[in-house]
């Protein structure tokens, strides 16, 4: 069974954190929320969510990526964690598949892992790189894959079920969550 890290502080969007955690599940993926201190996280609209570790008890080896969620406050605390950017490194040295959505892709610059290609929620385009952003709903670019914000955090889900887990789940839960449109 694949597996993913996510790790949140408060802040998080919880659209996207939610969306992600649940077609992940639904796909068949273990997904693992570890907080950056309490395990009780607090989203950037008032929904709580408790943590199933904390970040300091997590380990890169035992997952197959790590997924960044967005949300402001989320996205600087994450950016800023040494222990986040160091497991950021790790996994992508590992060659281990690396996500974030919205303002999220700041973290993966602070780490040096945006590469050729990306895309983030709009106006953190103008911090994170001009050169290398897309329009684009989801970017994949070798291990790296990052999407838009809350309205694309369903495709954004599909798409990692699709690489971790493969096709015919992701038409599968495509067909059943009404999701044309991804």
Known sequence: MASVL?????????????????VMRRGGIEVVTASLDDREVHGANGITIVANNTIANVRAEDFDMILLA??????VALKESPRVQELLKAFDAAGKNVGAICAAPMALKAAGLIKNK??????YENDIGLDKFSTDKVVTDGNI????GPGTALCFALEIVKKLVGVET???LKKELLAEYC
């Not at 967005?70 to 996205?75: D, F, L, S, V």
């Not at 894959?145 to 838009?148: E, I």
């Open 6 to 22: 996510m790790p949140l502080a408060n802040g998080f969007e919880e659209i996207e954190a939610v969306t992600l955690i649940d």
């Open 70 to 75: 967005g949300g402001h406050n989320n996205a």
């Open 118 to 123: 990306y895309t983030c929620y709009p106006s």
């Open 145 to 148: 894959m990052t999407s838009r």
């Open 170 to 172: 992701y038409e599968t």
